[in-house]
């Protein structure tokens, strides 16, 4: 299995089995992204033809009306649900805990420092009817409109412009000193125009000034579009449109740490090309087109992964499985040995299944774009020292994800619990709908259920009928008159000899298990109310 697998994923000169490989797949009505670590399907994106993701997106909108017991505003944006604006939103931010904050010498200090603004302020500061910008920070998630604030920032390749906070800072997942230090006395000599801020992302390790002036200077003139879009049009208006997929994926990915990107088409994979070239010739050298026979995703194993990936199991290696279950606002997962029996050390065995669990969970939840309270049931551990490694191995791994996570210690019941920002709607939500069979229960009643209902409802029907109706036909679903015609059967002729007519029973395929009727015989009405 692991050999085929191995050889699935080596094509010609590209060797997905080794480095970070991109792998897009870009068809008439769906774009797909998946990102493999050393042949491991570690994040996937899929953008289909109509869909729509203003995440990221800047508005000029106008306040509709004001909620103070939520504390929050609903401001039109031109969308068919208007936007929440929570009053936090709408405060001047301070700078984010996973960033260090830079003084920067130089700026001229303003005198007399305005009044700090406070949630008591924002009705006054914006009444309704007022315009203001606003950026979208979480989509439109099942009958919730896209949550704004008021704080805009603007991604470049290596920085993030605040065009509206005069703060600089830099990503704390830079960790060497010494390029901290580097990078500080390179962000002290740039020019960056008086109100605005800047902040380096975690791409800007090893590069040198010329790449940041360059990157602010096209986030300048991107934000210069901006305002004259914003100037010369009447609210609500888009302002600013995040990248789609593919220019987003060049943008966000294509870092030194990707080893190659491997495309289908030609054309889209020019468009990677010319964006990589603003990168780096290296990168535009790292961009290859593929046209296989197969699918790409099947002829490079990734859509066997992702099959994989989806299902409510989901198996690690050490034999043991999780158990995944989304729903609106939590999800849960369950750690179970499965196979995994570990010999006599049975703390080791289970130290080695949680471990393992918790690397899966950190990447089903990057996979799976899922977000919310997360509560993950380990199995109990016995030693305190055993459950520090496991949330130790749980915060290492989630490193990866930029999504913001917040992971608390696993508690007296064995129980993690942790949150994820959570943008749009998950995969699941995106690519399935709700079982037409089943409502969206995940299960439908039994055959004994339903024997059971249905023998109720009769006795009820013939009691209430006995004098007027002789024959009765029950219709069934199929597997439902299997159950009469055997189980059932000596229960049914008791019912039928207690009544004055015969009992006719009929399969309809097409019905519905959980769907059934009584009909008169005579007339052909239902005898069933309503």
Known sequence: MLKRLRQALR????????GNTIVINAEKLERRVALLED???????VEREGDVNIVGSIFKGRVKNIEPGLK???VDIGMEKNAFLHFWDAIPAALDNGLEEIQRQGRSKKKGRPKKITSKDIPNLYP?????VIQVSKGPIGNKGP???TNVSLPGRYLVLTPFADQFGISRKIEDPQERTRLRRIMQRMAVPEGMGIIMRTVAIGKRARHFIRDLAMLLEQWEEVEEIRDDNPAPIRIFEEPKLIERTARDFLTEEIDQVVCDDQETTEEIKQVAEKISRRAKRQVHHLQTQQPLFDQLGVQKQIDEAFHRQVWLPCGGYIVIDETEALIS??????RNRGGRDVDRMILETNVEAAHETARQLRLRNVGGLVVVDFIDMRHRRDQQTVYRAMKDRLRRDRAKTQVLQISAVGLMEMTRQRLNESLRETLLEPCTYCAGRGKIKTTMTMSVEIQRELNTVLSTHREE???VIVVVNPDVLNRFKSEDASILMELERSHN???IFRSDPGLHRERYDIIDAQTEKSLIPG
């Open 11 to 18: 094509i010609g000169n590209i060797d997905a089995r080794k």
């Open 39 to 45: 042949g491991v399907l570690e994040e996937y994106e």
């Open 72 to 74: 929050a505003m609903f």
């Open 128 to 132: 309704a009817g007022s315009e203001l």
């Open 147 to 149: 949550r704004v604030t």
């Open 333 to 338: 997962i369950d750690v179970n040995t499965g």
């Open 469 to 471: 109706v002789g024959d």
């Open 501 to 503: 007519g015969r009992l």
